[in-house]
């Protein structure tokens, strides 16, 4: 009976502790490569009612970063949906390396599933959506992004349906792993040939004045080269395009995911007043393709952001014409973006490329392996006292496998050696930290031995370590750095613990938020948190805490 008491003032306790009642309906954006410098930069030319909404009438945090160092899609997603850091959501990477099986490993993957192999399997915590589901016996909760990875991981384990795009049918697709509705699917899809037949080119619109373009951006025909150019791509306006895929690379991809989940919403009957809130998370994934390619001082990401602005205030307006007051947004990123280190070094900063890369498969000696990995190699062979030349087959590497920011060591190789195995994990550590560009190393037996006081790079590279899926050594690098993939070297990415890539906007608007501009030190973790407030249920990391512009 004292123990019954007790549970019942706890549950009186806790569920006092929510808001009274939950919205009808709240809508998670993350928008894919959106750096909050993005919000900054453009503000003056956001429309009325797009990311103003947020700016001028719903909660702004202008200090929210990724407390994590890979700053990755995957690991991203997975922090919004879940509240988790890597380390604790499983998802430490896009891809890892299999140790057991010898192969590489892709965020999402999962072989039972069919129609797309595909599912939250290697997602480790709970998400906000499993919460909400376990609580309300007829709440929904929905996942839709272009990347099956952003609208899989947001989603989370509990997920009535995850929906993605495969530019080859062209439509949304699904897997077996969820209970989709494949007549929405069928119906919404009809309409993506002809959505893709009147989009013919990308042209630049006028919402920023010409005038001032030149301030905002740093896109000088001289530059132009150090864009990448997808086949269907060319490096200037306008931007032709062929097929669903090139359309994937435009602000149109945008309006193509934003006018699904409208679909999706009244298909499903999401945010009726029946006690049960539902939930959508929606990842706008083609301000990442395009940034990769043309950077974030390019003509084409500042028309993508203001393009992104207009395409929300439509989305938004919709959903108030359907639930007026009766629903909560959410509006974040998965990770910034690092400039094009060579326009980053034509605007007078210091900035490089790592290429560390993997050789491919038709390899053969030391020779076929890309100059920084060679000299690694080599570095680390004169060190532990094995002769290695050019000659030497690939197969006696070291290194078995780079995925950034990890390497994974050849086992088998140190084993016939007879090498101390922590030996080598610390050579190759110290050859790596000589490398130009490079500000820390790890082995990954540090990372698993306390340390009451790491730096804090240390401390970021811990939050985004698991044992068993990354690497035996860790790496970070410097500010203006990044891991180049390209030969010709063109284009720029994420992943970083640098300012660059961790700041990224947090905000919030709508049922049960109070707005306000707010400086306080905050995570794109703590959406879970907070969302999971309003809607009566716990959920994030116990390091997360509810965002203060909760009623
Ligand atoms: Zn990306």
Redesign the pocket.
């Given at each position: 009976m004292r123990r019954l008491t007790i549970a019942f003032a706890l549950f009186l306790c806790s569920s006092s502790a929510f808001a009274q009642t939950p919205p009808d309906l709240v809508v998670v954006i993350s928008i894919?490569?959106f750096p909050y410098y993005y919000i900054q930069r453009f503000e003056t030319y956001f429309a009325a009612d797009g990311f103003n909404r947020v700016l001028k009438r719903g909660a702004n945090f202008t200090q929210s970063r990724y407390p994590y160092a890979m700053t990755?899609?995957g690991p991203g997603h997975a922090a919004i949906g879940t509240g988790h850091v890597p380390a604790d959501s499983g998802i430490v990477a896009n891809n890892w390396y299999e140790r057991t099986t010898g192969t590489v490993a892709y965020c999402v993957d999962d072989a039972r599933a069919s129609g797309s192999h595909f599912s939250p399997l290697n997602l480790a915590s709970d998400s906000l959506g499993d919460r909400l589901q376990e609580r309300y016996g007829k709440s929904k909760v929905y996942g839709i992004s272009l990347k099956d990875r952003a609208a899989i991981l947001m989603a989370g384990r509990k997920a009535n349906a995850a929906y993605w795009f495969d530019p080859k049918l062209p439509g949304f697709v699904s897997s077996s792993y969820y209970r989709f509705d494949k007549p929405l699917l069928d119906a919404f899809n009809a309409t993506v040939p002809p959505f893709v037949a009147t989009h013919t080119a990308w042209e630049q619109s006028s919402y920023i004045p010409s005038a001032d373009l030149g301030n905002l951006t740093h896109d000088l025909p001289a530059l132009r080269k150090w864009k990448t150019n997808p086949r269907h791509l060319d490096v200037k306006f306008p931007h032709p395009i062929e097929n669903a895929d090139a359309l994937t690379y435009t602000p149109y991809g945008n309006q193509l995911v934003l006018q699904f989940a409208e679909r999706l919403i009244d298909a499903e009957g999401l945010g009726t007043e029946d006690g049960n809130p539902d939930l959508v998370f929606v990842s706008l994934s083609s301000p990442?393709y395009l940034?990769?390619a043309f950077g974030p001082e390019s003509l084409e990401a500042a028309d993508t952001v203001v393009r992104t602005d207009r395409d929300l205030e439509t989305f938004f307006h919709d959903l108030d014409a359907k639930f007026g007051s009766r629903w909560t947004l959410a509006i974040t990123a998965d990770?910034g973006v690092q400039s094009i280190p060579e326009v980053a070094k034509d605007m007078g900063r210091v900035a490089g490329r790592v290429d560390l890369h993997n050789s491919p498969k038709t390899a053969k000696t030391f020779a076929d392996l890309v100059p920084q990995r060679n000299a690694l190699e080599k570095a680390m062979a004169k060190k532990l006292g094995v002769k290695v030349t050019d000659a030497t087959p690939i197969e006696k590497a070291f290194i078995v496998y780079f995925d950034e920011p990890a390497f994974y060591l050849n086992w088998p190789r140190i084993r016939d050696l007879k090498l101390d195995g922590e030996r080598v994990k610390r050579v190759l550590r110290d050859a790596v930290k000589e490398i130009d560009g490079v500000s820390a190393a790890f082995t990954n037996s540090e990372l698993l031995m306390a340390n009451a006081a790491p730096s804090p790079l240390e401390a970021a590279v811990r939050l985004s370590f698991r044992a068993d899926r990354s690497g035996d050594v860790l790496l970070t690098l410097k500010p203006g750095y990044i891991w180049n993939y390209n030969n010709p070297p063109t284009g720029t990415?994420?992943g970083q613990p640098v300012e660059a890539d961790q700041h990224v906007p947090t905000m919030l608007w709508g049922n049960g938020i109070k707005p306000g501009s707010f400086d306080d030190a905050v995570a794109p973790t703590f959406l879970a948190k907070t969302l999971g407030h309003l809607l009566g249920v716990d959920a994030g990391g116990e390091e997360t805490r509810v965002l203060p512009c909760v009623k």
């Open positions: 894919d490569q990755y899609t990442d940034g990769h990770h990415t994420h």
